[in-house]
Each structure stands twice: as C-alpha cells, then as structure tokens.
DNA sequence: CTTGTTTGTCCACACCGATGAACAAGGGCG
DNA sequence: CGCCCTTGTTCATCGGTGTGGACAAACAAG
C-alpha cells in the first residue's frame, strides 16, 4: 500500500527543486493537481515543522536549507570513496557511456551514483531510478555478492515478466547466468529489460555494503566492445579498491 | 489540520541523519513508535519512489543520496551571499554569542542560517527553528520591511499569549515597539518571548526577499552590550550588502 | 532436523483525515 | 471607492487509509 501524502511530500519537493523559486498555495494546488484545501494542510504541516517558509510577503512558500543540512547529514554518513566517483568520470570519457553505482532495494535496484554520458543517444539514468533485480547486469552483480540463502529469498518474490525475447523467466535461469557471470568474469545484460539497452557490471563490495559498478548504453554501440569494456572496469575497480 | 504522514516522513528523515546507519523495518518501527505495518507502508512508499535503498541484505534501509540531490537543486537556487555567512561566523567571534539569519513563516520566524555560538551556556538555534514574530526581535525587524497592510494582516493572525512581564498584547504595542526601533536604529527583545533570552536585530532586505541579521545570547551577558552590538551590526552589515 | 522467537507481509474494518463547498479576505482595475 | 475575481481558510462529511491481528517466513538455539 503506498502512503499518499508521503509520496505527497516527495513530489512537492521534487516539484520545487524543478522550479526553484517559491510558490503560493494556489500555484501549488494548479500545478500538482491537489484540491486546494489540502494543499493548505500539507504546506501548514510542511512549514510548522521549519521545512517552508515565505522569502517574500505574498509571494508563498519555499524549503528552508532544513532539508539540505538533513539530507547532508544522511549522506555523509557513509560517502562513497572518491577514488569510485572518480572511475565514474574516466569510464564516462573513455567508453561515452553512462556509468553508475546500483544497490539493492527489495526485489529491485537502484542507482546511488550516477555519471552521464554527454552523447545525445545514452542510457538515461539518474540516482534513485530503480529497475528489477534481476534481469539487469548491476542486479545480478549484486546478487552474485549474496549467500544462496538471501538470494533464493529475493528471487522468490520477483514477478518474472517478459520484457523481451532474452528475459529469463525463472529462477533457475538466474541463477545459472549468474553462474555463467561469475566464471566469465563479469556480468552483463542484452536487452533482457529494455530494448537496445546493454549494461555490463562488476560487483563492488565496499564497507560490507553490496553494490555494483556498472556501465550501459545502447546495444548496437556496446556489443561488439563489452570483454574490453569489462576488462577496463575491471582494472580501474581494482586501482580504485587499492586506494 | 496537520497532515500525519507527512510529518512521518521528516521524522523518519530526521531518524536517519541522527543514526547515520541502516535500520530495519522492526526498528524504525520501535524507535518511533510506530505500528509494524504502518511502517511497513511508508518505508515501502519511500523506496518505491528511489529515496530508499539496503546497503546490505537484512540490515535494513538507508536513504540514498538522491534526496540530497534534491535538496541541494532546492537550495542552490537562492543562495544566502558568502559574505553573509562570513559575517555570522565573525559576529559570533567577536561577540562570543549565537548569530543567524531568519524569515518569515506566518505568523512565525523561521531562521534559515545559524551559526552557534561555542560558550557552554548560549542561545541553542538550529536553521528550521520557529518562534513568533512579534514578540522577537528578528520578527519584528521583518515586519518592518512590510508594507502596513501586510504587517496589518500578519499581526491580526497572532495569538497574543504572555511569555513573561515584557511581552507585549496587542498590535498597537507591537506597532509601536517597531517604530521606535525604527528611529533607533536597531531591533531588540528583552526576555519578552522566552526568559532570560535577549536578541539584537537587524532588517536585511537580500534580493527582494524580507530578511533578519540577528544575534541572540542571555540577557545578562548582552544588555550593557546593546548599542555597541547593534553598531558592530550595522557596520557589517553595510560591508555584506556593498560587496 | 525441531522448536521458539523475531521479522516481514497481508487484509478487513473502524475511524480519521482529505476534500468539496461555502466563506472571508485580498487586491486589481475602472 | 466599490466591484469582481483570486487566494486563503474553515468545516462537516464520506471514502480511503492506518492499524490490529493473523499469518508466513527467516533465523537462532538446542
């Protein structure tokens, strides 16, 4: 069951992040479609705990940097390493594709970094897109990191859909590409999710944290050229580990 | 009407940046005090939405970074000038007392910069805090950059509630107390909304939006020091603004 | 293995809170 | 100044949602 006005609150933020200068109650409402009234509740809400306030008489609400010295808190907690982000930008400008660091998140994953590709056609990600566990180079990659135990917890729960001719549908079929992944040296990913979309992924084990590295693009672009791919993430993952 | 689930998501928010580390369901449950399933509901809508992740298998969620992305677009739209932030930081050398920068939020102020003074016994801020605005100096030192009917209007909604012998209980005394401060130059507060506490405001008009300077200690160690204080204020103040 | 305990998931109902509608307050314009 | 349209605020009602409780799964201990 997903909680309306937690999600509320997400894409009110969202929604100012975007416009980036404040709002009143009504422009709120129109532009997320909310009935006024409740939009009043949830800014009220919003601003009684130190999270909105009015930078002009009667010109509404904007987030106090509250939310930011939060956030910031969250996230200095376990900071990713320099020397990764650092990889992220060379695998960006050698191979022009987008690379990123994916973690677990259910029977999915979810990007936690992310360096974009500067070509107009690219893999289009950015953190906090999740997609399913399982049939992703940088899901099994991460899989690969568990005991059979938790793995076989995990692919119980995911709804085999097809998304492709190459989708596994079964457990079994995961399982022994994940085997095959493993005895090759890296995992990776054609199209079993999306059309013409190629991933190719390491495991990154950090801080016990259970992530991967992962490098994607359009298919045509990426195939001819993953075992050198592999083996330049592979180098760089190792230099970046060392440090 | 305050919007429960809303509030829910600031306090798990708030959960994590004092954690700093990954919780399970069962424990975030226990610690706020929240029924399993209820927490079971939110912590599956945060995730869905990508503001959740598991660093590793069973040890529960963490927010990933992309709420600090989020709040990081928010805030970089309307950056306080760094020579506003080097000033608080050389009040509160100077002065030994906490300094910040606060706005309006209805009837209230919200400060949206603090910097803490370091003695033992001071005036505890944190960006987000609220108090009311007539009874404060900062309050008071905005409402005066309104315009009469706006003020008129702000100051019609505040419940006029005795914190002590000072404060005042109508508008007309709070009208007046503002022009006098402005003649005077400065705006004060004399233990009128919390014992013991006395602050110094300044009016900080910054790109349209109605802001307050305003350093704030106990009244002991700030009452011999007003005029002196509130000139220290006004000269750095003049020196922010020029540059 | 079996048993006991903890943790996670599901579901139906009661109740609480989101909302539509009515009202009040602004403020723009002639 | 007075009209009208917009914006903000209040409130009673009904539908949706939070929750207790039952169940299932995972783990620890023996």
Redesign the interface.
Known sequence: ??????????EL??Y??NR??PATLSEVAQDLGWPRSSTF??L???????????????EGF??????????????E??PLPEAVTTLLRDLVEETGETAGIA????TEV?F??VCESPRPIRYFAR????MPIHITSCGRAILSQ??AA?RATILRKVGFERHGPATPMSVAEVEAEIRRSVERGWFQNLAEFSQDLCGVSLPLPLG???LALVVAGPLNRMQERIPALAARMRRGLDLALAA
Chains 1, 2 share one sequence.
């Open positions: 069951m997903i909680v309306r006005q937690a999600a509320h609150v997400l933020l969202e100012f992040a980036r200068r509740n949830l009220g809400t919003l601003a009684e705990r130190g999270y909105l306030y009015e930078p002009r008489a009667r904007y987030p106090t940097p509250r939310l930011f010295l939060l956030a910031r808190e969250i996230s907690a376990e973690a677990a998140s259910g979810v936690i970094e953190v906090g897109l999740r568990m005991g938790e016990g944290r259970q």
